[in-house]
Each structure stands twice: as C-alpha cells, then as structure tokens.
C-alpha cells in the first residue's frame, strides 16, 4: 500500500526552517565581508559577493515556510472525493 503522505516530504518539511536560517547566516555573512573588507576587494569581488547576498535574501525571503509548505501540499491533494470521504468518516 502506498503512503498518503511519502517519508521524504515529512523530512524535507522538518527541515525548512533550518534551510532558511542557513541562507540568512550566509546572506549575513556576505554583508558583513561587503562592510568590513570594502577597501580591500576588487570591483568584480564587490559585485560577485553583492550579487550572491541580494539573491540569496530574494530567496530567504520568498522561500515559503514550513505551515505554507504544508498548506500548499494539502490544496495539492484536496480533491472533492477526499473531503466527501472524510466527511463521512469523521460525521457519522
């Protein structure tokens, strides 16, 4: 018998919050060597590490969290024939 819901997506859903929370050390990380080390970098430096921290904040920021993940994951699979048989089920 096949899973509702596959082992994979439960352990992918636990850890979202620290996928984000990594990207916002390394975002962290590229502002403080932007700050820091500003003279000390070159012109294509300044814009490889400014690029990469813009982009990884666009993705810290847009990357959804663990309860809009799994309410994304329920209207995936909601379909009216489920919600008809738990309705049976559980209003007996």
Do not use: D
């Amino acid at each position: 018998m096949e899973p509702i819901i596959s082992p994979w997506t439960i352990f992918a859903l636990a850890h979202v919050e620290t996928f984000r929370s990594l990207i916002y050390c390394i975002v962290l990380l590229g502002v403080v060597t932007l700050t820091s080390l500003f003279k000390y970098l070159s012109k294509v430096q300044k814009i490889v590490i400014g690029t990469a921290t813009l982009v990884l904040t666009l993705v810290g920021v847009l990357f959804p969290t663990k309860e809009v993940l799994i309410a994304m994951y329920i209207a995936n699979h909601a379909t009216p024939e489920n919600i008809q048989m738990l309705i049976n089920t559980f209003i007996k």
